[in-house]
């Protein structure tokens, strides 16, 4: 499978961005998937997870209710909404896909990547 993320951008603390993810291929609903992100300087971190039907969703804690993991299978789709944007989630922000229907925390366990998207949170 083959990702493509959008959707980022610049914002000031406080708004919402909405990331896409757009995957290729007609086995989407094969995968569970999940969103990471790389602060300058960081390593990469778990943001949030679903699993392949969208019924089992995971969240870091430092997202959890403000941002919510979603997806469309008939479109191919995966979705971050984030808001209450903190200058912290500034980062650069890759959609995965794992084998692991249940969807994974574990960033090993993704072995498809998309490109990122930068989000950048102004204060």
């Known amino acids: 499978v083959q990702l493509q993320a959008s959707g980022g951008g610049l914002v000031q603390a406080g708004g919402s961005l909405r990331l896409s993810c757009a995957a290729s291929g007609r086995t989407f609903s094969s995968y569970g998937m999940g969103w990471f992100r790389q602060a300058p300087g960081k390593e990469r971190t778990f943001v949030a997870a679903i699993n392949w039907r969208g019924g089992n969703i995971y969240y870091a804690d430092s997202v959890k209710g403000r941002f919510t993991i979603s997806r469309d299978n008939a479109k191919n789709m995966l979705y971050l909404q984030m808001n209450s944007l903190m200058p912290e989630d500034t980062a650069v922000y890759y959609c995965?896909?794992?084998?692991?229907?249940?969807?994974?925390?574990?960033?090993?366990?993704?072995?498809?990547w998309g490109q990122g998207t930068l989000v950048t949170v102004s204060s």
């Open positions: 995965a896909a794992t084998r692991v229907l249940g969807g994974t925390t574990i960033a090993d366990s993704y072995g498809y």
